[in-house]
């Protein structure tokens, strides 16, 4: 399945897609984003006209079957993903679906099995694979910078929310029914992701969960260790009702240890024997673009260089739905 010029649909046009997703399809080299579908009709059409996208819908399967939509960019909550998705592939259309990639890993598996028979690609909004400062970590990684990797450990804390206060009006990202889980699981998967990208798969979870603050009946707290395919070890911590914010993870190894954040700005620093080294990234404008490029490349060419696809997007789902 190879096109000369991708032209995209969105579903669900919400606020991810303003800045972070949606201009990066305008902005790529063969790319294009030729119409919008959001439930609210006011919304869409607002959306379309202020960034200059020809169609828009308030129904999804009118998005889906428009034969001047090529590729279909999923942006609604995890609830919906797995329907739209089997819903795209079985109108013969490639996916790109945003993490996390659906509500459990059984609900991933029917997603990959439906692009599968379809023959269509499946695509997965980790889009951190595609971002410099991360694939410059896996080039450190893969060029023995601190040897061998011994282990990795994640600390993450925050403090909760205001929009967690009022249990009659709960954001999404807390509504099990809605995200898959809590905060851990909208933002810990990032994390978890990006340890897959850099360390390989890994093969065994243990985890405890608890709601502590009880602002919402979610988990707030997750405790995780886990084993790499690999042999290397791992632990982290996730707290969202904590007094500060906190994001650091260290990866360590027999001549060294690489330290960076997961959703910060702060440098990555390289700890050796000799000393340190430091390296500093300015976020792209629309982070999911260096991502975006990579399955533009493979929907136009021959090579598959995106590095976030159903299968790997599966497995970060289910060392969740392991831990918790």
């Not at 889009?127 to 910078?145: D, H, M, S, T």
């Not at 992701?193 to 850099?198: C, P």
Request: aromatic content about 10%; proline content about 5%.
């Amino acid at each position: 399945m190879k096109f000369e010029k991708v032209r995209w649909g969105i579903i669900g046009c919400g606020d991810v897609t303003e800045v972070k997703s949606g201009p990066a399809f305008q902005k790529v080299k063969n790319s294009e984003l030729v119409a919008v579908m959001r439930r609210t009709s006011e919304l869409a059409k607002d959306y379309a006209e202020r960034h200059h996208i020809p169609k828009w819908y308030d129904d999804a399967d009118a998005l889906i079957n428009d034969p001047d939509v090529d590729a279909v960019y999923i942006a609604t909550p995890p609830s919906s993903h797995k329907e739209y998705t089997i819903k795209v592939a079985r109108a013969g259309k490639p996916v790109y679906v945003e993490k996390p990639m659906a509500l459990n890993f059984a609900e991933c598996n029917e997603m990959i099995a439906a692009c599968k028979a379809a023959r269509v690609p499946l695509y997965v909004a980790y889009y951190r694979r595609g971002l410099p400062r991360f694939v410059k970590i896996k080039e450190l990684l893969e060029n023995k910078a601190i040897g061998d990797v011994r282990f990795v450990s994640t600390t993450q804390y925050q403090k909760a929310s205001e929009d967690v206060f009022d249990s009659q009006n709960l954001p999404w990202r807390v509504q099990p029914e809605l995200s898959g889980g809590g905060l851990f699981f909208d933002l810990a998967s990032h994390t978890l992701d990006l340890l897959d990208f850099l360390l390989g798969p890994i093969k065994d979870v243990q985890g405890f969960t608890s709601n502590q603050a009880g602002y919402y009946s979610a988990e707030d707290i997750v405790t995780g260790t886990y084993r790499f395919e690999s042999g290397i070890h791992g632990v982290g911590n996730w707290c969202f009702s904590a007094f500060e914010d906190v994001d650091v993870n260290e990866i360590v190894g027999s001549k060294g240890k690489i330290t960076f954040s997961t959703f910060g700005n702060e440098p990555i620093i390289l700890t050796t024997a000799s000393g340190t080294e430091e390296w500093n990234f300015e976020a792209p404008q629309h982070v999911h673009q260096p991502l975006v490029e990579t399955i533009v490349a493979d929907l136009t060419g021959d090579s598959d260089l995106c590095p976030s696809t159903g299968v790997t997007g599966a497995r970060t789902n289910w060392v969740m739905g392991e831990i918790s």
